[in-house]
């Protein structure tokens, strides 16, 4: 199997123990919240579903459309779920295809009583796919909006209260060469009672900038840009160490390469959790009396903390657990090689394996795959303080072959920002630290390139 692609994902729940001690500790998922905050799984894009009680009815708000296509196969069924019939605001934050494409199959179908975007023209080519979506965006608000598109401000509903911190215009220090949809993005601040909830489009450099100064400790961070870094100007240390959230979610497909690991990194250093709906689904973050919550559809509660590994480079992050941690691992298989025999096992880095030895481990688990060929695997009771490595056996059979794989990790505790290898199982290898660093030099074979995601 020379071609194997895959991602090995992998996390602990030490970081979100440190969340649900916090100023605002996370409480159980409450049946009947006074806030309730949806981040609909449209893939790669943004689609922002919120419920609100006011003058005694629930009213619902929808930040982004989701791309061309999620309109109509996410956000409408999701819709039809929660019973909405009716949107009190739609907002578009900014006119790129994975914000507004699904509006215009979501329009027909349910009643928007104000629809508020940034107005003007769109920055774009006008021979591109997000100009095509554009204008097929302006259509559909003609056709079924009466008020058409507003221009975006602020929206009080009962207790929250939606303060508009950027309104569409080109930021103040940005250059007209500079300028583009994304720093145009609106900005929204909710603040419900003592909360406040930070949600933007893809906001990054001078938009970030523009907002440092109207904004302080936050509970909930929409990540901007989809977690997108660029050379630190998104989601940058300047806004982390103003809004200190609690919870950060990112909105992202499974595919792409985001949410990059320096983003990751600076959000990991100010302890928040990490929610990420290619990893964790739909989520739901709710607000309860002085408690909050926050729930994924397919760990089915918290978000686990999960970061990217690439199996062809290197990846940044320390890793070490406690007798009641638990370790999820989230393997993406390109050959198909994945079935319900797949297993995952835990070792020490400096332990020596043979092909025959796997039988003697006891931390190791069986994995559950789903539709999109990934694998989800629960391994408890892991007791290793130490680097550690995991070995997928993909076909089960308890033995080390050239099928299978072992991921030489650097994750010990204390230790982060350090490369890692991926390569191939070699029945009866058996190395030390330091014959691995030598063959991995001398043999390109039993090591793939390194390549940073």
């Not at 005694?56 to 309109?71: E, H, K, P, T």
């Not at 928007?112 to 608000?141: C, W």
């Not at 100010?270 to 760990?299: A, E, P, Q, Y």
């Not at 695997?377 to 303080?385: E, F, G, M, S, Y």
Request: aromatic residues 10%.
């Amino acid at each position: 199997m020379t071609d194997l692609g895959f991602i090995i994902l992998l996390g602990s729940v030490s970081l979100l123990l440190i969340a649900l001690v916090s100023i605002n500790p996370q409480q159980v998922f409450a049946e009947n919240p006074d806030l309730e905050i949806h981040f609909i799984d449209v893939d790669t894009g943004d689609a922002v579903l919120i419920k609100v009680l006011a003058d005694g009815q629930n009213r619902w708000l929808l930040i982004d459309g989701g791309f061309d296509g999620y309109g109509k196969n996410r956000i409408l069924p999701y819709l039809k779920e929660k019973g909405v019939k009716e949107l009190e605001y739609v907002i578009a934050t900014h006119y790129d295809g994975d914000h507004i494409g699904g509006f215009d199959e979501i329009f027909p179908e349910v009643n928007v009583k104000h629809l508020y975007g940034r107005q003007g023209l769109p920055i774009m080519e006008i021979n591109s796919n997000d100009y095509k979506i554009f204008k097929t965006y302006k259509a559909s608000v003609a056709a079924y909006i009466s008020e058409g598109e507003q221009r975006a401000r602020s929206i009080d509903l009962g207790l929250a209260h939606f303060e508009l911190l950027t309104d569409g215009s080109r930021p103040h220090e940005a250059t007209k060469e500079e300028d583009g949809e994304d720093l145009r993005s609106l900005v929204y601040l909710l603040t419900y009672d003592k909360f406040n909830i930070l949600l933007g489009g893809d906001c990054y450099s001078y938009c970030e900038r523009e907002i440092l100064d109207k904004v302080n400790k936050v509970v909930l961070y929409k990540v901007h840009w989809h977690g997108k870094d660029k050379n630190g100007t998104s989601t940058s240390h300047a806004l982390l160490e103003t809004i200190k959230p609690e919870v950060s979610v990112v909105s992202e497909g499974d595919h792409t390469g985001r949410p990059h690991e320096p983003v990751l990194d600076r959000l990991r250093d100010i302890n928040s959790m990490i929610c990420r709906t290619d990893l964790h689904g739909n989520l739901v973050f709710t607000i309860s009396g002085d408690s909050w919550s926050i729930k994924s559809s397919k760990f089915d509660k918290e978000c686990p903390d999960i970061f990217t590994v690439n199996s062809f480079g290197s990846a940044q992050w320390q890793f070490s657990a406690d007798l009641d941690d638990e370790v999820w691992v989230k393997v993406r298989d390109a050959g198909n090689w994945i079935n319900d025999k797949t297993q995952v096992v835990a070792v020490r880095h400096d332990e020596t394996i043979k092909g025959t030895d796997i039988n003697k481990y006891t931390v190791r688990t069986n994995v559950r795959a789903n539709n999109d060929h990934f694998l989800l695997a629960n391994v408890k009771d892991l007791t290793i303080d130490a680097k550690f490595d995991l070995v997928v056996d993909f076909n089960g059979d308890n033995e080390l072959n050239d099928n299978d794989f072992r991921e030489r990790s650097p994750f010990e505790k204390g230790k982060a920002n350090e490369e890692w290898s991926s390569f191939k199982i070699v029945p009866e290898l058996v190395q030390s630290e330091k014959e691995e660093k030598m063959t991995e030099t001398s043999s390109p074979a039993n090591s793939l390139p390194s390549i940073v995601i």
